[in-house]
């Protein structure tokens, strides 16, 4: 559950989000880091608040209220709310915002998931419409070091996702294909860089990774007798060459 900019009460005038129930699987606010991938560091703020919806009962909050945030490959981080002591029973109530949170940990995946999930017992959410809220979420990364040794027959298998579920690559490749804007293709800079291998010929084709031009020579046959303007037969001219292939 969201909350506009003013009713959230946030100081910078935030969107806050409610963490509503208990648990990552139903109510948890997910959310895949893209582009993060597994040795990757990550820094992540945020600012909280107990929640302020009328839903809330004064005992729901006087203590604050508890979630966890946890991104994939790191353990999940408890938290406590500050406590809001002067909530009223069916009003909405006024936002303590405890602001510049923070969490660390290292990726073990590509594209990690961030879950904020409330920790509160079912007693403690009136019907599930009571929890903290978070605004305010940032990630920062400091990405792996970057493997030049790694091959290009080696390298790891294409993932794909539908939102924050991963799902199989044909199906990407199938939504894809339905015309030539459905999908965009980013280079990431990070990790792009020039690299050289020895040329290979796929059937009549050669790929060449070197830093040369490849010269490509073929045997050829030609009428034992030709007049002075005939032509040269197709399968006798002169190969193209085939220039440096930039990564």
């Not at 060449?208 to 050829?220: G, V």
Request: proline letters at 10%.
């Amino acid at each position: 559950m969201a909350l506009r900019t003013r009713a959230s009460g946030h100081p910078d005038e935030k969107v806050g989000v409610m963490l509503r129930g208990t648990g990552a699987a139903s109510f948890g606010f997910k959310q895949r880091l893209r582009g993060v991938r597994p040795g990757a560091r990550v820094t992540v703020t945020w600012d909280d608040s107990p929640g302020i919806a009328k839903e809330c009962k004064p005992r729901n909050v006087e203590q604050g209220q508890t979630y966890t945030v946890q991104g994939s490959g790191g353990p999940a981080h408890e938290e406590l709310t500050e406590p809001e002591p002067d909530k009223e029973t069916s009003t909405l109530g006024t936002a303590v915002w405890r602001t510049g949170r923070s969490y660390t940990f290292t990726a073990d995946e590509y594209d990690p998931l961030l879950t904020f999930a409330s920790t509160m017992p079912s007693t403690q959410t009136s019907g599930n419409q009571c929890g903290a809220m978070i605004a305010g979420i940032r990630a920062v990364e400091t990405p792996p070091a970057l493997d030049k040794k790694v091959r290009s027959s080696e390298l790891p298998d294409s993932v794909a996702y539908k939102g924050n579920d991963k799902r199989p690559v044909s199906e990407a490749v199938t939504e894809c294909v339905k015309n030539e804007n459905q999908c965009a293709f980013t280079p990431e800079d990070t990790y792009s860089f020039a690299y050289y291998e020895p040329a290979r010929q796929i059937g009549e084709s050669f790929i060449n990774c070197t830093r040369a031009t490849l010269d490509r020579n073929r045997p050829c046959t030609s009428p034992a007798a030709r007049s002075a303007t005939s032509r040269t037969p197709p399968d006798c001219r002169r190969p193209p060459r085939t220039p440096p292939r930039r990564p």
